[in-house]
């Protein structure tokens, strides 16, 4: 169980376009999930914190409106980096908490692979 | 804030022991988390600790002291497939869950 999937695994984009990425607990309710974004050979950075039915709350630094967070069920957040330029080219992470588990556990998805040209 | 310093890299030959450390900074500790992590891939969940002591899950290992603000994952018995980075993370109890990464401790293993 608490297997995260994500859409797509990889995309390559014009800079100026908008993409979304999906996020999807498959086998449980997720009452939180986080998205990360993760540069070559660094950590993953927490970007957002997202609850559903509610808005997402950004970490220092993130442009709320460049990043659109949207947690619209218990099994779905998405992310859409919109206008985006090739610095945004990075790998881009959620996870997910159970609703089920008794501490901070999160699951992560396999990431997305951004590519701006 | 919160600091979380790890090494670096670390390399070690097959069959071998290798012990990562990862200290901390924070306040309303809520437990450290060991996550490892291929290239090109999401982490994956090692292990949890919130109280002091030794938690022994096969070949890995993760210690903690909170008085100290100290972890330590020990793999043992390397294999070429742990070659990957292994990532130090810590949960506050005002932060809603959030995980505060360290930068990441790339383990090469060597024949």
């Known amino acids: 169980g608490a297997v995260v999937s994500q859409h797509p695994s990889r995309v390559i984009c014009k800079s100026g376009t908008s993409v979304k990425i999906e996020c999807r607990s498959l086998?449980?309710?997720?009452?939180?999930m986080f998205w990360y974004r993760q540069f070559p050979k660094q950590s993953l950075m927490l970007m957002a914190t997202s609850n559903e039915g509610s808005k997402a709350t950004y970490e220092q630094g993130v442009e709320k409106d460049k990043f659109l967070i949207n947690h619209a069920s218990l099994t779905l957040s998405t992310l859409t980096v919109t206008s985006a330029h090739p610095e945004d080219s990075s790998f881009y992470i959620c996870?997910?908490?159970?609703?089920?588990?008794?501490?901070?556990?999160?699951?992560f998805g396999p990431g997305t692979r951004l590519t701006v040209l | 804030g919160q600091n979380i310093d790890q090494p670096t890299e670390m390399t070690a030959t097959e069959g071998a022991i290798v012990q990562i450390n990862c200290t901390y900074q924070?306040?309303?500790?809520?437990?450290l988390f060991w996550y490892q992590q291929h290239a090109g891939e999401a982490p994956t969940f090692l292990s949890y600790n919130v109280l002091d002591g030794l938690e022994e899950k096969g070949r890995f290992s993760s210690f903690l002291s909170r008085s100290k603000g100290y972890s330590y994952l020990l793999l043992k018995e390397l294999q070429m497939k742990d070659s990957a980075s292994y990532l130090c993370?810590?949960?506050?109890?005002?932060?809603?869950?959030?995980?505060?990464f360290g930068a990441g401790t790339q383990v090469v293993v060597t024949p």
């Open positions: 924070t306040s309303g500790f809520n437990g």
């Open positions: 993370a810590v949960s506050r109890t005002d932060s809603w869950g959030k995980l505060q």
């Open positions: 086998d449980f309710q997720a009452t939180t």
């Open positions: 996870s997910a908490r159970s609703r089920r588990t008794g501490f901070n556990e999160q699951f």
